[in-house]
């Protein structure tokens, strides 16, 4: 069976990079029966799909929320349209935070001077974090203290400024086909707060612990839908508890270094939701 891998149209900075990896997952799919192609995600539809590489999703929001809210019911699409509709903007922390999840404070709206300053008081803190509901790779993410001028900024998220970002760190749990598959933990470059690679952040294997897997547990729970791959990221929030700061359902980067056969297991998640549709 063909299965298209969604990547960035050809025109987008993201485009070769996302067609070499997706060469990569190519070899696994092959080894579970599946011939895995890449097909730009802004024209898809037509064929059962992979939502992995859409790398820059974010900056093209009218064509992307449209894909999914058109993507045909008998098609399937991993994740499906649904969930990573709901995904696409944070709001979706307010959702999971309403159902018993711990999350990291956040104050959603449009930031400017005053509701920026108000957010310092709500949170009692004198750091903020300010970026866009719909982001990705840290893109439009300040850092603020008070004496900073503040972004203006339609459509933002507000939170606390975690300090164990900066130590501690951040932790990813994969899951795959519902089931755990590795954890990492990630932690800024000094003098840095974004924990992603291209900023100097590092990455290491981690072994999750009982309260990372309760709170992981929660939100798989009270997710909208079920998800072939998720990851959930966590951040200890200033009351020394564990709590939720991202779950990511479309595009998360799994890892792979840091688990075993992580494309293999996922090549076979797809073919075994494949043949559940088929049945």
């Known amino acids: 069976m063909i299965i298209d891998i969604l990547t ?4 987008s900075p993201y ?4 067609i070499e990896q997706a060469k990569f997952y190519a070899e696994a799919f092959a080894a579970a029966g599946l011939d895995l192609r890449p097909h730009p995600w802004t024209e898809a539809g037509d064929r059962p799909a992979l939502a992995l590489l859409v790398w820059g999703y ?10 999914l809210d058109a993507w045909p019911a008998e098609v399937p699409l991993f994740n499906p349209a649904g969930l990573m509709r709901w995904n696409t903007r944070k709001t979706y922390l307010a959702e999971l935070e ?3 999840v711990p999350t990291v404070p956040t104050w959603f709206g449009d930031a400017e001077a005053g509701s920026v300053a108000a957010a310092f008081e709500r949170f009692g803190c ?25 972004p203006v900024l339609r459509d933002a998220m507000v939170q606390p400024f975690l300090p164990a970002i900066e130590n501690e760190g951040e932790y990813s749990l994969f ?11 990630k932690v800024a470059q000094s003098g840095d707060f974004r924990i ?65 056969r992580v494309a293999d297991r996922l090549a076979v998640a797809v073919r075994q939701a494949l043949a559940g549709r088929a049945s």
Do not use: C
């Open 196 to 260: 992603q690679p291209q900023f100097g952040g590092v990455n290491t294997r981690w072994q999750p612990d009982s309260e990372a897997e309760a709170v992981a547990a929660a939100a798989l729970r009270a997710m909208p839908g079920q998800a072939l791959y998720v990851r959930i990221d966590l951040l200890r929030r200033l009351d020394g508890r564990l709590a939720l700061i991202e779950l990511e359902a479309i595009e998360p980067d799994l890892y792979m270094h840091h688990g075993e």
């Open 126 to 150: 004198d750091e903020l974090v300010v970026k866009p509901q719909v982001s990705a790779g840290s893109y439009r993410t300040h850092r603020l203290t008070r004496s900073d001028p503040a």
């Open 8 to 11: 960035p149209p050809d025109h």
């Open 98 to 100: 309403a159902a018993g």
């Open 15 to 18: 485009a070769l990079e996302a």
């Open 58 to 67: 974010h900056l093209d929001l009218d064509r992307w929320t449209a894909l």
């Open 175 to 185: 899951y795959i086909g519902g089931v755990f598959s590795h954890a990492i933990r």
